[in-house]
């Protein structure tokens, strides 16, 4: 099973970015869809963005135009930049693997707090 790595959370002041990581123990390049999720203290974990094999990218309506996901799958990472940040978007922040058979795996989580 692939191991995920999260990183880049932290504290940042309202208005300004972050880059999230999310290195991956062995390749990519087959992952049917890789994703960021996040969760803020009682709330359901929801869906932040989402990237497939081919590059096609979805975003939730709330980070539209804000956050953008990438990946580079020679380096097994997959990105979050986030810019605008508000303080809704505190939250642990999670990366999700899913490969061509259906199988998830999910990293431990980073911490990103935007103060107001």
């Known amino acids: 099973q692939v191991q995920l790595v999260e990183s880049g959370g932290g504290l940042v002041q309202a208005g300004g970015s972050l880059r999230l990581s999310c290195a991956a123990s062995?390749?990519?390049?087959?992952?049917?869809?890789m994703g960021w999720y996040r969760q803020a203290p009682g709330n359901q974990r929801e869906l932040v963005a989402t990237?497939?094999?081919?590059?096609?990218?979805n975003y939730a309506d709330s980070v539209k135009g804000r956050f953008t996901i990438s990946r580079d799958n020679a380096k097994n990472t997959v990105y979050l930049q986030m810019n605008s940040l508000k303080p809704e978007d505190t939250a642990v922040y999670y990366c999700?693997?899913?490969?061509?058979?259906?199988?998830?795996?999910w990293g431990q989580g980073t911490q990103v707090t935007v103060s107001s």
């Open positions: 999700k693997i899913v490969n061509i058979w259906g199988q998830s795996s």
């Open positions: 990237i497939t094999t081919g590059r096609s990218t």
């Open positions: 062995r390749s990519i390049a087959s992952a049917a869809l």
